[in-house]
């Protein structure tokens, strides 16, 4: 089921853009499922779950974080993530930059945006966004690769509302990169947005990253 659930998705996913398989929750048996078939970008939203996973699998996986990633747990993903996805405040940003330059290593992440302006989620509320991106040229051992998203659970057509929006906030963004105005350790070219229920939307919307789990390997208990 689980080969035949990526197939399907994979088959919907335009070549330019990243499929992440959230693999939270699930054993290492199924991600070398995946892995098998050639998949090597996966997604895990605690640090300890993931460290778990990252010590027996194999070296050549690409480790997307996603979830909400407190401070005193950065030290632990230094040198292990490919992305990390889910920047959302300035003591996070400086922690990131304390712990990754002790390392000499740089840390890519995504900037997380609230666009549904939901209270319970976390991320930059848009009219910060440009603000907090000039904070990130005082670190430089922190690389932005652009922008990620978590929307509230809403009907279809809001999210495909809040989607357009990231699109045009993206869009601006990589304008205002073009024109010289961001620092030099901003990079905007990847939008992460979509999940299982709604990543066709995202796709439609010009997510250039995917993460999608339980369409792929069954619901979570
Ligand atoms: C769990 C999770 C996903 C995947 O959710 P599904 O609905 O199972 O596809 C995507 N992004 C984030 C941030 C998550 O925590």
Not at 21 to 49: A, W
Not at 85 to 113: D, G, M, R, T, Y
Not at 157 to 179: D, F, G, H, P
Request: hydrophobic content about 40%; glycine content about 4%; proline content about 3%.
């Amino acid at each position: 089921m689980l080969k035949t659930n990526y197939r399907r998705v994979l088959k919907l996913i335009p070549l330019n853009v990243k499929l992440i398989t959230v693999s939270k929750f699930k054993p290492v048996e199924d991600i070398m499922t995946l892995y098998s078939l050639g998949q090597r970008d996966f997604g895990e939203n605690r640090v300890q779950e993931f460290l778990e996973k990252f010590e027996i699998l194999p070296i050549d996986i690409r480790w997307h974080f996603i979830g909400t990633l407190q401070t005193n747990k950065v030290k632990y993903l230094v040198n292990k993530t490919y992305l990390i996805h889910s920047l959302n405040s300035l003591p996070l940003a400086k922690e990131i930059e304390k712990c990754f330059s002790k390392l000499n290593s740089i840390a890519q992440v995504l900037i997380q945006i609230n666009i549904g302006k939901d209270h319970n989620k976390s991320g930059i509320s848009t009219e910060n966004i440009y603000e907090f991106i000039q904070e990130l040229a005082l670190y430089p051992h922190i690389k932005v690769l652009g922008f990620m998203t978590i929307l509230p659970i809403v009907d279809i057509a809001s999210t495909v509302i809040l989607y357009k929006e990231m699109k045009s906030l993206y869009e601006r963004y990589r304008a205002l990169q073009s024109e010289g105005k961001l620092p030099s350790n901003i990079n905007i070219s990847e939008l992460s947005m979509g999940m299982s229920d709604d990543f066709v939307e995202a796709l439609e919307n010009g997510a250039t990253m995917v993460r999608v789990g339980s369409k792929i390997f069954g619901q979570r208990n």
